[in-house]
């Protein structure tokens, strides 16, 4: 059983356009964190959310955590083939992280 | 980025066999954690330390055990390897654990054949 569900799971979009990425659950969760992960490398880390309805914002990227803290959306404007990687959601219940199961993003030139 | 070294990069090793993955920090951070990644399920957690000596375990830590002895080390073991621990895994560090963030090593991808 997944904690956390990401989609979608595949996607491959043209330079310049738009994406969204969502990461869902059913728990309630204190804090959730977005991660790009790049072939051959671990995650790194792009924003923590910890208050119900944040919104931050990275360059191009807008983060949303929902109202009851059970769920995120990662927003790209104008999306570039630098930003193909993996984007994964983990969530933190109260003891631990747990991920989800990825979003793989292909920008195509 | 944070010094954390993972080794080896690469192993094949036999079913049966014994494993031995090494985490090093130079970070001097007390929360250290070995997640397995395998495509569909994502990064999921097997064991985690919150100090020398102290290890409590994750959501698939059957088969795996590990070790701290120096907060610069944190080791983890198949005692006897099986094929569906063929993985990717990875070892991360958070200063406070909670909300603070993970910096992750680049993974050490295991072959049990």
């Known amino acids: 059983t997944q904690l956390l569900e990401q989609s979608p799971q595949f996607l491959s979009i043209q330079e310049g356009e738009n994406l969204t990425v969502y990461c869902n659950s059913s728990s309630v969760f204190s804090s959730l964190q977005w991660y790009r992960q790049e072939p051959g490398e671990g995650p790194v880390l792009l924003v923590t959310v910890v208050t119900g309805g944040e919104v931050k914002k990275l360059k191009r990227l807008t983060f949303q955590f929902g109202d009851a803290r059970k769920d995120s959306s990662l927003h790209i404007t104008a999306a570039q083939p630098g930003d193909t990687g993996l984007y994964l959601c983990?969530?933190?219940?109260?003891?631990?992280?747990?991920f989800g199961t990825g979003t793989s993003l292909t920008v195509i030139p | 980025d944070a010094g954390i070294t993972q080794s080896p990069r690469h192993k094949v090793t036999e079913t049966g066999t014994p494993v031995t993955l090494r985490c090093h920090q130079t970070?001097?951070?007390?929360?250290m954690y070995w997640y397995r990644q395998d495509p569909g399920h994502g990064l999921r957690l097997i064991h985690y330390?919150?100090?020398?000596?102290?290890?409590d375990k994750g959501e698939v830590s059957d088969g795996y055990s590990v070790s701290r002895s120096k907060t610069e080390d944190f080791l983890l073991t198949l005692e006897s390897a099986t094929s569906s621990q063929t993985s990717v895994y990875f070892c991360a560090i958070s200063e406070f654990g909670g909300k603070s963030p993970l910096h992750f090593g680049n993974g050490t991808r295991l072959t049990v054949t």
């Open positions: 330390s919150y100090g020398v000596k102290d290890t």
């Open positions: 970070e001097n951070h007390r929360y």
């Open positions: 983990a969530g933190d219940p109260g003891n631990q992280f747990y």
